[in-house]
């Protein structure tokens, strides 16, 4: 007997969102139109003027013609394991429990919440933040803990805010920094009182450093493991940012802390690691090279974001209504926007009248009451210019 029944999908993805490629749906039906679509909306160097450094794509080259296709170990290749580890090493980091190279960063978050976190039980996000993290929890039926970052102190972290949300329920707090969307960079005082709580409730605490090289103004970034050296840490980072590579997929999570208030997580963190086998063997060849070789690209992309960054943060802090925190590092900006509906309207009508995607402020989560658009700085002036004028129209 054969039945028609709808094929209803699990409970658990009901609530996951992610507004980033969402309203490229939208997008994509404009461009279908014959229409002019400008993208603002997606942190993807490589859509841009950006490319992947020659000598990560000639190593990758390599380890494919040498065979390289096979599985490999879980955790990662020895030399890029080594090559992670001397740089953690180098970056001050002094209690490595493991390294594992991971498919992006984002398998590593997925693993970490996975092997930490039960149903009902929750975990601190910046809010306004990147969105993997609450999709993944909804996922593992678990709860998003938002904190707010203060807007009118710079998008830091509101420490006071992180206090009072902890409960005996939550088990770890998650430091973007620095932050997508807003490019802001924690300080070091916020980032040692953050450790403060995180010891004082056992927290383990989640470093998502991702954009860690990618700093303007000569600002230095400070890495959290770094604060908290016998605390429960991870670190997430990869060559999807700084290394301008996000298509090979290719991240690692580096667990520090005291060996045994650790041991659990760290076991049950390889064991899922060990279940999904192991990561793109070929890309690994990239990372020793990305690691220690030649880092011009660093200083020619921050030269290029410098200039990007001030022409958009000019142009919407002359608009009406606006206001935009100039960001430190990454490549986004966050302003707060003049608009009578709501943000996701907003974001909507710049799309459907003027081409341009953006993503509304909601899809990072912000304060009741406020409005946002994430704009993403990698596009070049002109593109930047013309997008500036369409929002200003489109305000008007
Ligand atoms: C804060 C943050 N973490 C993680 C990721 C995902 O990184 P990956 O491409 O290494 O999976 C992103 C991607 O935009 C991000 O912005």
Redesign the pocket.
Known sequence: MTTNRPIVAAQRTRNVKYA?RDIVVLADEIKQQGREVLHLNI?DPIKFDFATPDHLIEAIHQGMLEGDTGYGPSHGRAEAVAAITAEAKRKGFEQINQVCVT?????G?ELALTALVNPGENVLLPTP??P?YSAVLSKLQAEANPYYLDEANGWQPDVADIEAKINDKTRALVV?NP??PTGSLSSRETLQQIVELARQHNLVIFA?E??DKILFDGATHVPLATLAQDHPCIT?N????SYLG?GL???WSILTGDKEHCADFTDAFMKMARARLCSNSPTQWAIKPALEGDQSHLEDMINRLTVRRDLVVDRLNAMPGFSCVKPTG?FYVFPTIAANASDWDFGLGLLREHGVVTVPGTGFGQREGTKHLRIVLLPPEPILEKAMDLIEKFAR
């Open positions: 980033i942190g498919t992006g960063a984002s398998e978050i933040g990147y993997l973007i932050n997508n998502d991702i954009y997430f990869g060559l999807s940012k996000p997929r290719c991240g990454a």
